[in-house]
């Protein structure tokens, strides 16, 4: 018997859970495609500004891990527990939050990770500087393969860690982020 995700330490999870690179894939975007249509059923009523796939597996071309990165904005009139609450009740687990950002994961069993696995991203409407990232690596391909290149070179040293992971991509998405913001002022 496998012992429960909420029981495991943050050592077991990253063990059960590596950062793992794969060649990009066609079927994200097919994946990405019906987690939309899902959430935009079960949230029907609320005020949903936008949905958007983010993250790596959303961008042409380059390896990324195999987890599909969604961007709900809500409006600033909705109840972001509310959303929260049928988010939780349909699948997803909260991972992180507070009263402007909460996050939720779906596709990890005490086995491992599911074939379709999702990070979900709960955020007020314009809380979307992932829009313009995703966006800049899109436009400019050679950046997308220097982003590609520190993710591969990152990916073995990092591989039972996915804060350090995340901490040594950070200063290029946040370069990049802000130079995408710069040429595409007014985007989003």
Known sequence: ???????????????????????????????????????????????????????????????????????????????????ADVIECNGFIRMSGDSDRISFNRGYTENGFEEKVYHLHLRREGDNDELYFRDYLNEHPQTAKDYERLKLDLWKRFEHDRDGYTEAKSSFIKKWTSEAKRVCLGRY
């Not at 899902?38 to 936008?50: A, C, D, E, H």
């Not at 380059?62 to 509310?82: Q, T």
């Open 1 to 83: 018997m496998s012992k429960a995700l909420s029981k495991m330490t943050l050592e077991e999870l990253w063990k059960l859970f590596p950062v793992f690179l794969v060649p990009h894939n066609e079927k994200w975007n097919e994946y990405y495609e019906e987690i939309k249509e899902f959430l935009y059923k079960i949230l029907y009523g609320y005020q949903i500004y936008r949905i958007s796939h983010i993250g790596s597996t959303a961008v042409k071309g380059i390896w990324a891990k195999n987890i599909i990165d969604i961007l709900i904005e809500i409006s600033f009139d909705e109840g972001m527990e509310a959303v």
